[in-house]
């Protein structure tokens, strides 16, 4: 599988070659949604919070002796079955987030780069630059490349090797658009991504990783 490599002004310059073994198989849609929900997971805050017996205001006495009153035996007010008493088993804070196995992330960016690749939503780049800080600058080359259609539903994810500081900082008032270095995509980064641009250098790290 071959793909274009273009310049900043979207002009064919040369090509690079995608291996089989990679982006040539099945698309794992499975191992996509587990690593979404995984991401998403991660950054639940948790921070819910009910009181239980302990917390709940009221007195700790014994509201009448045990026997003799005819009525339920009771030890607090604060007991669960009470109204306004503690919750039993209600949610604490606590972190939502968990690990996949390498395996399972690997085979999910994979999976989910084959199928922006098949759709035709990626585009290779031989470099993203900016000459200078400037959000019409980067504003400028995006709609040369083709991907200035930036709306909520149609974000532009945008992978070099090691993301210019310059760019990073030109883009961060478009709204959109994400600028990541290649060693921190996930799944989830590609698959919400309605186009994905990439470098030579990126895309071929990225191949060797996921090789």
Do not use: C
Request: avoid cysteine.
């Amino acid at each position: 599988m071959q793909i274009d490599v273009v310049n900043a002004e979207n002009k064919k310059v040369g090509s690079v070659d995608l291996s089989d073994a990679v982006f040539g198989g099945r698309v794992k849609t499975d191992l996509i949604h587990e690593s979404v929900v995984r991401a998403n997971a991660s950054e639940r805050r948790g921070t819910h919070a009910t009181k239980n017996r302990a917390l709940v205001s009221g007195s700790g006495k014994k509201p009448w002796r045990q026997k003799g009153t005819g009525r339920a035996r009771v030890g607090e007010i604060r007991n669960p079955l009470w109204r306004k008493g503690g919750t039993v088993f209600g949610p604490q804070p606590r972190s939502y987030e968990y690990q996949l196995p390498k395996k399972v992330e690997k085979g999910a960016l994979r999976a989910a780069l084959t199928q922006k690749l098949r759709d035709g939503e990626v585009t290779v780049v031989d470099a993203l630059t900016v000459g200078e800080i400037k959000t019409k600058a980067a504003a400028e080359m995006l709609k040369k490349l083709g991907v200035d259609a930036v709306k909520r539903a149609h974000n532009v994810l945008l992978v070099d090797v090691k993301p210019e500081d310059k760019l990073s900082l030109s883009v961060r008032n478009i709204e959109g658009v994400t600028v990541l270095a290649s060693n921190r995509v996930s799944a989830r980064d590609v698959v919400r991504s309605r186009r994905v641009v990439l470098t030579r250098a990126a895309i071929e790290k990225l191949q060797e990783a996921l090789g």
